[in-house]
């Protein structure tokens, strides 16, 4: 079998008296898109940040491309590409000077580097505005230049962390598209951090960590398939009444969410008629009706107990130590 393209046993991180990674285990296949999820503080920068060696680990072991990240720490560096939360880009410099420049620090064969740098800059959209200075483009344009340059030397394994935040919806999902397409071109592994749900969706394998652990890992189809239950939320004139004939007749507890009646159901499809029938048998006034598949909210609250958004909140703000630290570089 192929070596593992990142490779995790053991690993933990203090920080003083705060456990940011409390023994996590993983392994990412060559060439696979892996996406690390779950909310702020939950311990997904200080991993990336011990993968890409910019953090030494308390204990355990990890190998990016087959090396370990403590004892060989330079060659790690040379084969991985990094696309950080704060932007870290030149912005007087063309989009080419910027590629050029990193071209040159990590050492891109010159009579190649030309060629590299067109490939890159038209795999993420923007060989038309090269010459341009990056202070004119927009937040996503810069964050598509990053990704190129985190190309530019040919990586093996490319990290982003958190590579969408602040940007509106729609540039969050050329990114992606621009991400998805990069293995069309080159049999590149892909290792990312978000705390968004729908974005996860995108990638082969995740793992959701939640408080320096790992409390799920598979395909987001697995994990949500593994919840069991789809969400039957119904709109009536009585809720109370509703709730009371969905315990009577189906021995269900309902409960309310965002003002309607909200029941977890294994085949909610199946379930809709006979909710409908008995609920109009007991005179409460159906108005609408809604089933949704299990989303990978449904697995991480199954798994901790509490939905993301809530967990995010009581996690409060966290630093960003991979950009804070590349700054200070
Ligand atoms: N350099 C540091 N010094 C002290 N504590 C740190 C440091 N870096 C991270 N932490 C703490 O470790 C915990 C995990 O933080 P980490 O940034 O890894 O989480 P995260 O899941 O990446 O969150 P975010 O999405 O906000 O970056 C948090 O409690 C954080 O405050």
Redesign the pocket.
């Known amino acids: 079998m192929d070596e593992p393209a990142v490779s995790v046993r053991g690993l933990v991180k203090r920080?003083?008296d705060?456990e940011?990674v409390r023994g996590i285990d993983l392994e990412v296949a060559r060439g696979e898109t892996f996406g690390f999820l779950?909310?702020?503080?939950?311990?997904?920068?200080?991993?990336i940040n011990i993968l890409c060696t910019l953090v030494e680990p308390t204990a355990g072991e990890a190998a990016v491309a087959g090396l370990d990240v403590v004892r060989d720490r330079a060659a790690v560096r040379r084969r991985i590409g990094l696309v950080f939360?704060e932007p870290t880009l030149d912005g007087p410099m063309s989009g080419e000077q910027n590629l050029r420049f990193h071209g040159e620090l990590y050492g891109v064969d010159r009579r190649t580097a030309a060629a590299r740098r067109e490939e890159v800059l038209r795999t993420v959209g923007l060989f038309e505005r090269r010459k341009d200075p990056v202070s004119t483009y927009s937040g996503g344009m810069r964050r598509r230049l990053e990704i190129a340059r985190g190309l530019l030397h040919s990586p093996q394994v490319l990290f982003l962390d958190?590579p969408t935040i602040g940007l509106d919806p729609q540039t969050r999902a050329s990114i992606w598209n621009y991400l998805a397409r990069l293995h069309e071109t080159q049999p590149i592994t892909v290792f990312v951090?978000t705390?968004y749900m729908d974005e996860a969706e995108n990638c082969d394998r995740i793992a959701i960590?939640n408080e320096?652990r790992i409390v799920a890992l598979d395909t987001p189809e697995a994990l949500k398939a593994q919840v069991g239950a789809d969400r039957v939320v119904v709109a009536t004139g009585d809720d109370d009444a509703a709730i009371a004939a969905v315990r009577r007749e189906f021995g269900l507890e309902a409960g309310m969410h965002e003002g309607a009646v909200t029941i977890s159901v294994p085949d909610g499809a199946g379930f809709v008629p006979r909710l409908f029938a008995a609920l109009t048998a007991a005179g409460v006034d159906v108005r609408s009706v809604s089933v949704t598949r299990p989303s990978l909210d449904d697995v991480f609250l199954a798994h901790t107990g509490t939905t993301l958004r809530d967990a995010e909140r009581s996690a409060g703000p966290?630093?960003?130590?991979m950009a804070m630290r590349m700054r200070g570089r």
Request: aromatic share 4%.
């Open positions: 920080y003083g705060v940011a779950g909310p702020n503080g939950a311990g997904k920068s200080t991993t939360q958190e951090t705390h960590m320096g966290s630093l960003h130590p």
